[in-house]
């Protein structure tokens, strides 16, 4: 069993930076593929990025590309999500999600969610 607990969210303005961690306790990290997802009010949960552990990480949301990198720290059990250049459209409940070797687009394919954790961008 692994448990995942996400944190580093908050309140910035338009252009400003974040970082997530997720970080899982109960097994280690470094077999697992992990992403992160996210949910705006209203809409459904949508893949951000990701990095697996073998084979080829998925490519990120297109939105994002260029201002976000993900990133995993095996001797930490951590996985990372640096955010920059924000954009009140970023504003969601931020979830980190893991599953066996390879990350994934899908969010049904993962097995473990941490509780998530908020990022608003004000204007």
């Given at each position: 069993q692994v448990q995942l607990v996400e944190s580093g969210?908050?309140?910035?303005?338009?252009?400003?930076?974040?970082?997530l961690s997720c970080t899982a306790s109960?097994?280690?990290f470094s077999t697992y593929?992990?992403?992160?997802?996210?949910?705006?009010p209203g809409k459904e949960r949508e893949f951000v990025a990701g990095i697996s552990w073998?084979?080829?990480s998925p490519a990120s949301l297109d939105s994002v590309k260029g201002r976000f990198t993900i990133?995993?720290?095996n001797a930490k059990n951590t996985v990372y999500l640096r955010?920059?250049?924000?954009?009140?459209?970023?504003t969601a409940v931020y979830y980190c999600a893991a599953r066996r070797l390879t990350a994934t687009r899908g969010a049904k394919d993962y097995d473990y969610w941490g509780q998530g954790t908020q990022v608003t961008?004000?204007?």
């Open positions: 969210g908050g309140l910035v303005l338009t252009g400003n930076s974040l970082t109960g097994r280690s593929g992990v992403a992160w997802f996210r949910q705006a073998i084979g080829g990133s995993k720290d955010m920059n250049s924000l954009k009140p459209e970023d961008v004000s204007s």
